[in-house]
C-alpha cells in the first residue's frame, strides 16, 4: 500500500514548494523599484526654489547654484511682497504646486 501513496505525496509535495518558491518571487517582484516608482520617488524629494536670478524669475532644484530655468519674468515688474519672497527664495516639493506658482508669476 504504500507504493501508491509515494508518487501522491512526492507530487503534493513538489506543487507545496512551487507555490512558496511562486509566492516569493511575486512578492519580491512587486516590491521592485520600476521606472514609474523611481520617477515618484524622484519627483516627491526634490526642492523646486523660486528666486531672482539677474533681475528675472528662475527655477533652481534641489538647491544648485546653476539655475534649471530662466523666465522671462522680470521681477522688479512684480508687487513689492513678491519681489521680497524671491529675494530669499520660494521652496516647494510638490510639483503641482510649483506650476501653480509658475503660472501666477508668468501670467
Keep these: 500500500m504504500l507504493f501508491p501513496r509515494r508518487p501522491a505525496f512526492c ?12 509566492s516569493f518571487y511575486c512578492e519580491n517582484f512587486s516590491t521592485m523599484n520600476t ?6 520617488e524622484t519627483q516627491e524629494s526634490r526642492v523646486y526654489t523660486l528666486k531672482e536670478y ?4 528662475a527655477l533652481f532644484i534641489d538647491g544648485n547654484s546653476t539655475p534649471e530655468a530662466v523666465y ?4 522688479a515688474s512684480l508687487p513689492e511682497a513678491d519681489r521680497k519672497m524671491l529675494t530669499d527664495g520660494i ?8 506650476q501653480s506658482l509658475l503660472e501666477d508669476f508668468t501670467g
Aim: hydrophobic share 55%.
Design 72 to 75: 522671462s519674468v522680470p521681477v
Design 54 to 57: 539677474n533681475g528675472f524669475l
Design 11 to 22: 507530487l503534493l509535495s513538489l506543487l507545496l514548494i512551487l507555490v512558496l518558491i511562486g
Design 91 to 98: 521652496s516647494v516639493t510638490d510639483i503641482s504646486l510649483l
Design 35 to 40: 521606472p514609474e516608482n523611481k520617477i515618484y
